[in-house]
């Protein structure tokens, strides 16, 4: 969050649009207990003045830890209060490319303002995911966990609950304690607990040596704290530590809540059908269920191309016509793409291929001479254009750019691009 004193320090000019915990107020059920312990749910500022505990002495709150939601959801009101007095409550329907160096933004009120940058911070809440044979029934019967605000609904009715992470497991809990008969079906063999705070000594010993960041296990949650560290850690050691610190995992309040949830582990969904109004469900040891409602606490896929408001043209993908590319560095369009080696080792070639391949209506090419640049100098401390770069404007045309010395242009053909080799 770029705050009133931030923005007149950088003397930026900022819009920042949005509603104030509008995710929180509308996806998250009513009687939630944050994930995140106190320490790690305070929300960032340059100097701590506006963290949980600050909004909790002004107002009086005891230190709850956990988060209740309803907390969390007046501690955020009162932080965006403070740090966007100015929020532009209008919602964005387009942000579409106008020209190569700036954007039009459509409002719902018709307004159409001109940015130059525009940062996207719009949330999850576009990328539920509903990975199952239950995910082609109707929503009246299948529903993702994040549609309920609350449970009421489902008291005296069976629900089946697929997944294991926290969601699953607190709505397991919040449906149990509304009186639905709740089944949890997981891949997993157990459910994973987080370390907690409970009053025993060994539970404090555990808490004492988690990371604050609440993710991760002993070790591998410590090194994910320190991202200098993971950073400079080898590459196996860092795919490890990420696979770890991101498995589903419930809190340690938790498992006292679903001591009496039916909980059905190490089992597969085979298939899943509606039959007079309630969900039949197949397992892969053969046995069925049949219950009024199926909840999927599956999780979230992040895919931009979800948002809706994003024009086309900046969330396709460009296929370059280069294998390797476009499978390792897929490019879309309208994006900058920087190519630096040593000399002659095929940049130009390389270039020429894009070229060639991609698809686009025109393109054209810039030849930089090697006598521009001083020995053993960049492109951007020899003052030049900062990275030969592809651009696309929103009609689908392309140009390559880079400093303007000679330019060649042709239809569908390539010659090599090169700077500094
Ligand atoms: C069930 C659940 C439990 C969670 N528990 C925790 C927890 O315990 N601790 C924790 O730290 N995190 C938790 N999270 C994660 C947390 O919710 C997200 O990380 C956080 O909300 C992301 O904040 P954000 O500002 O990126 O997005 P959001 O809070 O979703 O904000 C998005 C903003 O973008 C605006 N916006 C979107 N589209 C448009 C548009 N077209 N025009 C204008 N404005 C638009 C919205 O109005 C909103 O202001 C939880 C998430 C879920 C689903």
Redesign the pocket.
Known sequence: MLTPRGRAAMSVDVIT????????HE???EQ?????RRR??HIADPDGSLSLDAFAAEHGHPRLDP?PLTE?ESY?AWYGERAAPD???????AVVPRGERSFTLRL?DGAEPTVSRVIV?????PFAWRDSPLADLSDELVSH??YHRSFGRFRGRSVAIVGCG??AL?SAALLHEEGAAVELIARRPAPVWLAGHGDSLRARVRAGLAPPTDVGGRATGWLAAAPGVMHGSPRALREWTTARCVVPAGADWLPERVRDVTMTMNRQIRSAETRNGTVRISLDDGSEREVDHAILATG?RIDVAR???LDRSIVERLDLGVRALDALVPCGRGQRLGIFSGSGVGKSTLLGSIARSTTASVNSSVWIPRSRFPRRASPAAAGMAPMPSWSVAPSGTRSATCAPIRRSTSPMTGSGCSCGG
């Not at 649009?17 to 929180?24: A, H, I, P, Y």
């Not at 939630?32 to 995140?36: F, T």
């Open positions: 649009f949005g509603d104030k915990m509008r995710f929180w996806r998250m059920p939630m207990i944050l994930r995140s790690s749910s988060v969390f955020g929020l532009d409550g209008r919602r964005i329907i719902e911070a719009a949330g999850i809440s966990s994040s926290q969601s607190e979230w948002y809706p408001f």
